[in-house]
């Protein structure tokens, strides 16, 4: 078949031109060619997941990542606190591989929960995480036989996309990374934060800073093998150039709690900085960073039932003294966890401390479609990363004045001056050898808790797209006086249609009154259902004012207004497959979700298992000779290799439905 290669490319940053960042220099020579069945892009939970069940399977698995640690949330974004709902923590319903995760942490330290934090039951060091994780991806290869390729500090800068003559869609026939490594007499990796090195990372020349080693990676048998977007802000899916969403969906019937009628893709959820700081038995000196002032009026405490011992605790990821405070029964009330004693450390995440929390086009972190064309990132050899760089800075700069507020600060914006006292007894750990791994002391990367957002292909009954709605999975009662008010009597009505479930045909006529309707208590099931999730709806919601830290800034106005609890929820595989391109998978934060669904559908867990989906789902189709989007073309029709899927992802103790999960079941309720 003669192929035409299209090279589609792009970049970031902002708008003005005195802001845009120095778009790449023409390719230099490759320096490598590297064949795999399966490129991994992202090392975060999902394209770990990804990649450990791709080598269970036996398949040549390349895994790049941007830092030089797996494991994303709990690793180089430093939130080493698993996030998990009660009920399926209690019980234990977890895909295989995060399960064995749990184990190793367990077994590590003596204790699943070595910080004796109270957020979570799992709260632990993330640079212990890193050396977890490589241990399972090596045993996985051993096991398996799949052989794993592994290339830290490495970002993808262009994808070679083939346009077929006949039949079928676009196809990913190689990919072009970057893989950097420190110049000759510079300082290691991890030595500057983010923001002042990843604008070099996307350049293909050497730099006083960086040698390049320009990598292309190719199918191991060509054209059979599978490109998995796992990145944490969906950057294939900017770079292949696929419909996606960003930010807030416009108020629907199915999206009844949305911040308004428009949309705004400027507004995602805050992402923040962490680092780590330890409790120590004498009073240290706090040096005051110089953009501190800056900075000092956002900080908050947020109650008044959080004092420093609290927040302290939350996240406590060590603790030498658990057994000695315990016994003593110096217990921090109403929260039933030990104080902070010498030596323990804690891991900070804190909306109102070092959150960032961007909403404007001014500030906004992760570029959308129409910014990335002015910057010319959608160029070929564009592409920077699709960030902003600027913001990155202003949030290091946050979390490392939010330290000093913490132990210094008596201000505080939002329950007033003088309620807050300082905490002289404590440190900021720095160093390769510290929790987060670097000399600057945060994380290695941000955690983000939203990103571009791909829109399904059309399908019956979604002629605009597959999406997970808010009224797939959330709880609540929209018989509330505010869905009343606020939505068109038309939406109002078309909502509780669609929620009528059995009655839909009996509303439609008027038999049944929208105010008899019984309200669904459980979550959408999908046919496609290959994997799970549960988490509430939780919102970091971006703030109204440009800069975010301008004194008085508030939310963004009803932004949050759909967080709340959700039911027990499934991951469809059409919310898995982008538009346009066949033989690429979306795994983690970037898969069809909506702005609300999205703040359930970004945990620990839940990027585990839709990386097992997608880790399964390329073996499966490599085995069997089929592309994923045939695997649902023909829904809500049976499909019998869907089934097969299904059937070994279940094999594999990688669950895809809840227990008792069925039409008739609508007894949710004690799952909390």
Known sequence: MQRQLTSLTLSLTLLTASNAPTLATPPKPLDKTVSCEILV????????????????????????????????????????????????????????????????????????????CWVSVSCFIPRDADKILSAMLKDASKLGKGTLKWFPNTVVKELEIVSPLTGGGQQIQGAI???????????????????????????????????????????????????????????????????YRLGLDPRSYLEPSAANNTGDPYCTQGFT??????????????????????????????QTKYNFPLIFTYRRIWSNNTALAESKGLLLKPFDVTIPKPGDISMQNWTWGNDYRPGTVADNLIFSREQLQATGQLQPGGWMGGLREMSLRAAEELAQGYYYWLVSGTTDSQLGNNVKQPQLNNIYLTGLDSPMGT?????????????????????????????????????????????????????????????????????????????????????????????????????????????????????YPNEAKGGGQAYP???????????????MLVAGKSIATSHITAAAYRVHSFEWSVGAAAGTTAAFAMDNGIMPYQLVDELPRREPQLEALRQRLEDNDNPTAFPGTSIFNESWDDWQ
């Not at 398949?59 to 009660?86: N, P, R, Y």
């Not at 797939?472 to 479930?501: N, Q």
């Not at 929820?569 to 033989?583: G, H, S, T, V, W």
Request: aromatic share 12%.
């Open 569 to 583: 929820f499934e991951i469809p595989l059409r919310a898995m497959i982008p538009q346009k391109i066949d033989n």
């Open 177 to 243: 990374a970057i893989q950097h490594s420190p110049a000759s007499g510079t300082p290691p990796i991890n030595t500057e934060p983010l923001s002042q090195t990843i604008e070099d990372s996307y350049r293909y020349e050497n730099s006083p800073r960086f040698e390049k080693t320009v990598l292309h990676f190719v199918p191991q048998t060509s054209p059979n093998w599978y490109v998995v977007d796992a990145t944490e802000t969906g950057e294939l899916v900017a770079l292949a150039d696929v419909p």
């Open 41 to 116: 892009v992202g090392g975060g939970l999902a394209g770990v997941a990804t990649a450990y069940e791709g080598l269970l399977a036996g398949k040549t698995v390349c895994l790049t990542e941007i830092t030089d640690w797996v494991g994303g949330q709990i690793t180089s974004q430093g939130v080493s606190a698993l996030d998990e709902a009660d009920t399926q923590s209690q019980r234990l319903f977890f895909p295989r591989g995060y399960l064995d995760l749990r184990q190793r942490i367990e077994r590590h330290y003596g204790d699943l929960n070595p910080g004796n």
């Open 439 to 555: 000399i600057h002391g945060l994380s290695k990367y941000p955690y983000i808790r939203e990103a571009r957002r791909i829109i399904g292909r059309p399908y019956y009954g979604y002629s605009q797209g597959f999406t997970i709605s808010e009224i797939d999975i959330s709880r609540h009662d929209y018989r509330g006086d505010y869905y009343r008010k606020t939505l068109p009597p038309e939406m109002y009505r078309s909502l509780w249609t669609f929620l009528a479930g059995w009655e839909t045909a009996a509303v439609i006529s008027g038999k049944v009154p929208l105010d008899r309707v019984q309200l669904r208590k459980r979550s959408r099931i999908y046919p496609d259902s290959v994997g799970i999730g549960h988490y509430a709806i939780d919102f970091h919601p971006c703030l109204a004012l440009s800069p975010p830290e301008a004194p008085g800034n508030y939310g």
């Open 273 to 302: 900085y962490t680092f780590a700081m330890q409790a120590t038995k004498e009073p240290q000196a706090q040096q005051m960073p110089s953009f501190y002032p800056h900075y000092s009026s956002y900080y908050s405490l947020e």
